[in-house]
């Protein structure tokens, strides 16, 4: 009877620690409509700062886009088209278009975020 209740005493306390597992500060990853809403905010907020500062565009596109590249990876598909955005985005700074055709791409990247936010 004393074995049996160890058991159980046992048992209890490797269920009870298990329960409590996840490292501080775990929080599930986000779904994709709240992924949607913060790739629009971050778009937003790039098409911004490289309008302000466009000396910033060649390393802002670069951060921007391994964001990107990780929803894809994460979500799939949902956020290619905004992905594709920002590498073409990309290859217009990389040769040094006009000022003219980079901001149309900097439109046709955020209507792709807000398309994929669905506003």
Same mark, same amino acid.
Do not use: H, W
């Given at each position: 009877?004393?074995?049996?209740?160890?058991?159980?005493?046992?048992?209890?306390?490797?269920?009870?620690?298990?329960?409590?597992?996840?490292?501080?500060?775990?929080?599930?990853?986000?779904?994709?409509?709240?992924?949607? +809403?913060?790739?629009? /905010?971050?778009? =937003? !907020? @790039?098409? $911004?700062?490289?309008?302000?500062?466009?000396?910033?565009?060649? *390393?802002?596109?670069?951060?921007?886009?391994?964001?990107?590249? +990780?929803a894809?990876? /994460?979500?799939g =598909? !949902? @956020?290619? $088209?905004?992905?594709?955005?920002?590498?073409?985005?990309?290859? *217009?700074?990389?040769?040094?278009?006009?000022?003219?055709?980079?901001?149309?791409?900097?439109n046709?990247?955020?209507?792709?975020?807000?398309?994929?936010?669905?506003?």
């Open positions: 009877m004393l074995n049996r209740t160890c058991a159980v005493l046992g048992l209890a306390l490797v269920l009870a620690a298990s329960i409590g597992c996840r490292p501080a500060g775990y929080a599930p990853p986000p779904s994709t409509g709240e992924a949607a +809403a913060q790739i629009k /905010q971050q778009v =937003d !907020e @790039f098409v $911004s700062k490289v309008r302000q500062q466009p000396k910033t565009a060649v *390393l802002e596109v670069t951060l921007l886009l391994e964001s990107l590249e +990780a894809v990876n /994460q979500y =598909d !949902e @956020f290619a $088209s905004t992905r594709d955005s920002a590498r073409t985005l990309q290859e *217009l700074y990389a040769r040094s278009a006009g000022r003219a055709e980079i901001e149309s791409q900097l046709v990247l955020a209507d792709a975020a807000a398309a994929a936010d669905g506003s």
